[in-house]
């Protein structure tokens, strides 16, 4: 039971890091047109619709690969039903993707695009690590 917790809460940790570091990396090659000091939503939500497309496509690329790398630490942790923890990651980081996403007014394309790509890549993560591969 503790493993399995563990496994889900490192996969998790994994996740949230790894979409953090690539949505730095998107900022800072592609550059809010905005100068946000103070982290206000209306103020965020302003600034989105002027946002490059390749910016938003990096930041689901993040979501993409933080899903893979924290389903993949899940099912390489625990030793049983990888593929349900690795799942399990998923969910956590969709409920975290969808708290961000739906209050700021990212496109109609990008919230779609974001809601499906975080359960597939988990699986894709856990299916990797099912296979043990060093």
Known sequence: MFRSIL?????????????SLVQTMSQQL???????????VDVIAGSLPGYPTEGLLVNLLGFALGSFFGGMVAARVTHQ?????ALLVGVFLLAMGLANLLPASYPLWFKIVAFIIFLPMAYFGGMMSARRMP
């Open 81 to 85: 039903r990888l593929i349900l923890h």
């Open 7 to 19: 496994a889900v809460l490192g996969g998790t940790a994994v996740g949230v890091f790894t979409i």
């Open 30 to 40: 592609y550059p809010s047109p905005a100068q946000i000091i103070v982290p206000e």
